[in-house]
């Protein structure tokens, strides 16, 4: 019985290029988490960037139920990449990534570099950003997949995503 192939890629320059722009660009993403509680899974839309070293980053609520199964599952998924405004949305680039998530403990250096970090890229953040149940949450990338568009997939490590 002949093996099946893998229908991934091995990552090239290319695919390289194109997975950091779209985490360069993105401001949300869609976060898979396992529930605390039921241990089933859940997606949250999130905020999103890159910490100063170029790591996925988001800005949670502790009142959000996507924080309590980060505290209790940190392993997760974000995915990247937004449709274009014409076409089937599935011929459109996007970037999943199998994270694990740290939180950043408020009070310490870090935290105070990420929050000036992250009001660069998200002003409107400054409404909420001080409240005492927003934490950070570094995501970092264990592998990823990256969908370039119908018939174009690669798979991905952590340093295909960092920046050049």
Known sequence: ??????PLLA???DARVLARTLLS???????????????????????????PDGAPLTLVSGLAPHMAALRAHPEAAVMVGSPGAKGDPLTHPRLMIR????LIPR?????GDLRTHWLGLHPKAKLYV?????AFARLTPVS????GGFGRAWRMGPDDLRPA
């Open 130 to 134: 001080d409240f005492a149940d927003f």
């Open 99 to 102: 994270v694990r998530a740290e």
């Open 1 to 6: 019985m002949p093996v099946p192939t893998d």
């Open 107 to 111: 009070g310490t250096p870090e935290h």
């Open 25 to 51: 660009r993105a401001r949300h993403a869609s976060l898979a988490v396992t529930d605390a509680q039921s241990h089933t899974p859940g997606i949250s839309l999130i905020a999103f960037g890159l910490d």
């Open 144 to 147: 990823a997949i990256l969908n």
């Open 11 to 13: 990552a090239d320059d």
